[in-house]
């Protein structure tokens, strides 16, 4: 009987040794011999039958992974591999919509992983992603009431969004700085999220200023330093004259509206037509 | 919700009868459904179906029981023992109704000689008058259970006169399941389990071209979807489907409902205004199905604002969503005037009114416009005004995002300004003529492409006796004769009447 249960606890026994492994290398920061451990991890889990839930799998299994699950979503964020986060996180939504008596809460990290992969989705401006997964946790499809409301890792995508939104693009300014976000992790996306920014408000100024001072546009920007700013303006095209960066709006407009005549000339033309043939049949 | 979809079902009206014994309007209706097949017409289903709501406060199951006994017995037994286990199992009565069709099978036999088979049609039928009953006596487990039966015969049975009665058997089968626990929003409910014989439903229904089952399992599918918050499921589904164009027009409305609850989520929020609207349009108006209206009209009005419309004021004095809207028109106020700290405490105090209709965290995004209506209406009301002012009239935390927001709104051409960074004051500019723009002639445009829609669906919705054509074909005889003298007498110039007629012809540009 004891070999037998030996036997059976083989792969499990190799697992935990892993998973052990696992935890001292993401400590120490190793995240490179991680995730080649993850690879072993995951091919005991398919040994085990354990890589998506079914009804007959042991708790055990199920714990064990979902850890290297978690464990490999995390790494594979440090390593900025966000394909494969997203992938894992995919893998994940199977073991956290699974009843509390099948498996217990205690433990995970569905929180963070939902708050990070939230926080992807915003740095890529997939707002319809991001809002899909809100509803779901607001509605409570895996039953952990008050979720959004109380939960930091959740709610930090959610002020984000919000400020992004509005335009308060200081306020992302000053979450996304070391100090303000919930946990390590989430500042991975801090250096996105602020290009994302710079640009959005790159192009509100485009509109809203005839002119700005560089070094006003150094704070508008966040950006370093002056020679940043120049930079900067090179890249977006705008002229820079006696220490100000001119917006080049105006002469576009101008083309623009040039253009509309041309393009309304047609639909007019276009809609008259259609008008007539109406009045043909219906008449 | 349930009782709102339930609504929409009793759309008919109420026909207040002497109210005739239920088992003999039973019959007169499989007499109907008979003729449907005979003579392959699906009117007379309808009529069928139309006659539920009548006998729907009557019904119980001792006459369902006499109707099922009187239809199938002696020669479809197993078929009457499926459907009385139906409604029997109920209550304790099941071996004497056993017991009462074993005695009566050998009298009916004598008295009736042999009947034939009894059409599948009066089966399902009877199935269904089943499910209304366990509906409305609350025995929802045994309901799933049956309908879950009754469903899979209706497959086997392959027939197309079935296809107007089949939408109601998955109809109430969804209804039973959404009741079972645990209820729909957790992860374990059997709703979820439901959608496997939905997509089946869905897939042979394809097949098979019944048109309506199609119709009425994606509505029930995407139902089923949005109670679970799996948008993007839903998405999908919408993706990889096509609505069937000649729906019957309570599904295309309820589809539109869903359509339209699924793009708001997704911000599309062109598409789901458009949706939205069509679903309160062709909403019925009978007051059974006023859940219905209500709800697609919150969805509506959030949309609106959501897009920065300010829906109209007399949508909520209408005496159907005067109550049921009040804290959206609230909402609405709030918006319109831009105020921040209101719109907080309105959200606050009717956050489980918003959770229960689902639209608190569509009401939630509106944070933006609030702020972007305060800030239009500064724009309008000075010519130039400082970034401190702004902050202080919109309870914004400080100047730096007063100067942000001001420029987004700018930029997306909430309003019509510049910003002077230096001396930190917003300058509106000045407003151009409209109607020196394009934007009349595109309103224009999109009203007469309104009516043209309308009309096109009018002459779509007319109907038209069969076989008339063949009558007209005799008449086309004389029709063309009559024709060629009126060419003569316009030729000539006879037509002194219509003189005036021709005229005003001749005056359209």
Request: contains cysteine; aromatic residues 8%; charged residues 25%.
């Amino acid at each position: 009987m004891s070999s037998a249960s030996k036997a059976a606890s083989g792969p499990e026994y190799e697992l935990q040794a892993v998973i052990r492994r696992l935890r001292t290398l993401l400590t120490s920061r190793d995240y490179a011999s991680a995730a080649s451990l993850l690879t072993q991890g995951k091919a005991h889990l398919l040994r085990l039958n354990a890589l998506l839930p079914s009804s007959n799998t042991p708790r055990a299994h199920l714990i064990l992974a979902r850890e290297v699950l978690e464990a490999g979503a995390l790494t594979s964020l440090h390593l900025r591999d966000m394909d494969a986060f997203v992938r894992y996180v995919q893998q994940l939504q199977g073991f956290y919509v699974l009843p509390e008596s099948v498996l217990p809460r205690q433990g995970d990290n569905a929180s963070k992983i939902t708050g990070l992969y939230m926080l992807l989705l915003l740095s890529r401006g997939d707002y319809a992603a991001f809002h899909t997964v809100l509803e779901t946790l607001e509605v409570g499809g895996d039953d952990r009431p008050g979720r959004v409301e109380d939960d930091k890792f959740i709610q930090y995508p959610v002020r984000l969004e919000q400020a992004l939104m509005e335009g308060s693009y200081d306020r992302v300014w000053g979450e996304t700085k070391g100090n303000r976000v919930p946990a390590e992790e989430f500042s991975i996306f801090s250096e996105v999220l602020v290009n994302t920014i710079r640009l959005e408000i790159a192009s509100c100024s485009e509109q809203a200023y005839p002119s700005v001072p560089i070094s006003n546009a150094k704070n508008l920007f966040f950006l370093e330093s002056e020679g940043q700013v120049v930079e900067f303006a090179k890249e977006r095209g705008w002229t820079v004259r006696d220490g100000r960066i001119y917006f080049p709006h105006q002469e576009q407009e101008g083309l623009a509206s040039e253009k509309d005549i041309l393009t309304t000339s047609k639909q007019v033309i276009e809609n008259t037509l259609g008008y007539t043939r109406e009045l043909e049949t219906i008449v | 919700m349930a009782e709102k979809m339930d609504g929409v079902v009793l759309e008919k009206e109420e026909e207040e009868l002497e109210t005739p014994k239920v088992s003999t309007v039973i019959e007169k209706n499989i007499d109907n459904l008979s003729r449907a097949v005979t003579q392959f017409d699906a009117r007379f289903t309808l009529r069928a179906l139309r006659a539920i709501s009548t006998v729907r406060k009557n019904l119980d199951a001792n006459s369902i029981a006499e109707s099922i006994l009187q239809t199938f017995l002696p020669n479809n037994e197993d078929t009457a023992r499926f459907l009385l286990e139906g409604v029997g199992a109920s209550s304790d009565s099941i071996p004497t109704f056993l017991k009462k069709s074993d005695a009566q099978m050998s009298t009916l036999q004598t008295q009736q000689g042999h009947r034939g088979d009894v059409l599948p049609e009066a089966e399902v039928y009877l199935g269904i008058l089943i499910q209304v009953y366990l509906w409305d006596n609350k025995h929802y487990q045994q309901g799933a259970i049956f309908s879950e039966k009754l469903v899979t015969k209706i497959r086997t049975y392959n027939r197309r006169t079935l296809d107007s009665l089949a939408p109601r058997a998955y109809f109430y089968l969804s209804l039973f399941v959404e009741q079972l626990e645990p209820k729909a929003p957790s992860s374990q409910s059997p709703v979820l389990a439901n959608r496997r014989i939905l997509l089946g439903a869905l897939r042979s229904a394809v097949l098979r071209k019944d048109t309506e089952t199609q119709a009425a399992v994606l509505v029930l599918l995407l139902r089923n979807y949005v109670v679970t918050a799996d948008y993007s499921q839903a998405d999908a589904l919408v993706a990889q489907t096509t609505f069937p164009q000649n729906a019957p027009h309570n599904q295309v409305a309820r589809y539109m409902y869903y359509l339209g609850r699924i793009r708001a989520i997704q911000l599309r929020y062109t598409e789901a205004h458009e949706h939205l609207t069509s679903a309160t349009r062709k909403a019925p108006t009978s007051a059974v199905a006023v859940g219905f209206y209500q709800s697609s009209m919150r969805f509506l009005v959030v949309v609106e604002l959501l897009m920065g419309d300010i829906p109209e004021r007399s949508i909520f004095s209408q005496p159907k969503l005067e109550n049921a809207l009040r804290p959206y028109f609230r909402l609405v106020q709030a918006v319109r005037a831009g105020e921040m700290q209101g719109f907080l405490k309105i959200v606050t105090e009717n956050a489980d009114t918003f959770r229960r209709d689902g639209t608190y965290t569509l009401v939630l995004r509106l944070r933006q416009n609030v702020i972007r209506t305060g800030i239009r209406r500064l724009s309008l009301v000075y010519s130039r005004i400082s970034l401190r002012d702004i902050c202080i009239r919109l309870g914004l935390e400080n100047e730096e995002s007063a100067e942000y927001i001001v420029a987004k709104a700018i930029r997306d051409g909430v309003i019509e300004a510049s910003v002077a960074h230096e001396d930190g004051f917003m300058q509106t500019k000045q407003a151009g003529d409209v109607y020196a723009t394009r934007e009349p002639a595109e309103a224009f445009h999109e009203r007469i492409k309104a009516t043209m829609a309308l009309h096109d669906e009018c002459v779509k919705a007319m109907r038209f006796p069969m076989n008339q054509h063949r009558l007209e074909l005799k008449n086309a005889q004389e029709a063309r004769e009559r024709e060629r003298e009126l060419a003569k007498e316009i030729q000539e110039g006879d037509m002194d009447d219509d003189e005036d007629a021709s005229g005003d012809y001749n005056a359209l540009p």
